[in-house]
């Protein structure tokens, strides 16, 4: 069954602060990972990843993906409290999304 | 604003019931997809449709029914509502199936009394 993990559930960290968010999965045909950021409304867009080893950077965030360890890392650099949020890593099989049920994160001033 | 829309923002009705959620995606987007996310939950995907016909069905009970009509807009019926049902449905849209990028209308929220 395929599966995508998360981790960690929740993570509160000091403005300022650079954090380090976790995906980990196991499909049974990989074709993309994506993340998503999520305040109190709809996900929003950040990166798609499809290669491995290949950096995708927007402003403070960045994001690389392992596909030999199956695994992608969401980094946040700088924290502002307008990065709390849920992070979503969703994983692509089958041209099925697969969600992980989110990283919460919480940026206190 | 993903461009994606959504009708009606807010819904409450009593258990038993039917409702119609309402989706319009993206324009020249083809790909529509449901999700339910319930208090403090992950997102569960629902059903995919592309251009009209059914593409991947996910937890969808079968109470819920969906379709995707011509002009691809999306309807997500659920009916013989129960109190559990209460959850925010998301409708998303992505261009193809080809790569999955997916942007999120604002939601329903449904309220089962």
């Known amino acids: 069954e395929d599966k995508v993990v998360q981790s960690p559930l929740s993570l509160v960290v000091h403005e300022g602060d650079t954090v380090t968010l976790n995906c980990s999965y196991e499909v049974t045909n990989f074709r993309s990972l994506l993340w998503y950021k999520q305040e109190k409304k709809a996900p929003t867009f950040l990166f798609m990843l499809t290669s491995s080893g290949i950096e995708k950077k927007s402003g403070r965030l960045s994001s690389i993906l392992d596909k030999k360890e199956l695994f992608s890392i969401l980094n946040i650099t700088a924290t502002q409290t307008g990065d709390s949020a849920v992070y979503l890593c969703?994983?692509?099989?089958?041209?099925?999304?697969?969600w992980g049920a989110g990283t919460k994160l919480i940026i206190k001033p | 604003d993903s461009g994606v829309t959504q009708t009606p923002k807010h819904l409450i009705t009593a258990t038993g019931q039917r409702v119609t959620l309402r989706c319009s995606p993206r324009s020249g987007d083809l790909s529509v997809y449901w999700y339910q996310q319930s208090l403090d939950q992950g997102l569960q995907f629902l059903i995919q449709?592309?251009?009209?016909?059914?593409?991947a069905k996910g937890n969808i009970l079968e109470r819920f029914s969906a379709q995707q009509f011509p002009d691809l807009h999306s309807e997500l019926n659920l009916s013989s509502l129960e109190l559990g049902d209460s959850a925010l449905y998301f409708c998303?849209?992505?261009?193809?199936?080809?790569?999955?990028?997916?942007?999120f209308g604002p939601g329903t929220r449904l309220t089962v009394l």
């Open positions: 449709y592309y251009n009209g016909e059914e593409r």
């Open positions: 998303a849209s992505s261009a193809t199936s080809v790569y999955n990028e997916q942007f």
């Open positions: 969703a994983v692509d099989s089958n041209y099925q999304l697969i």
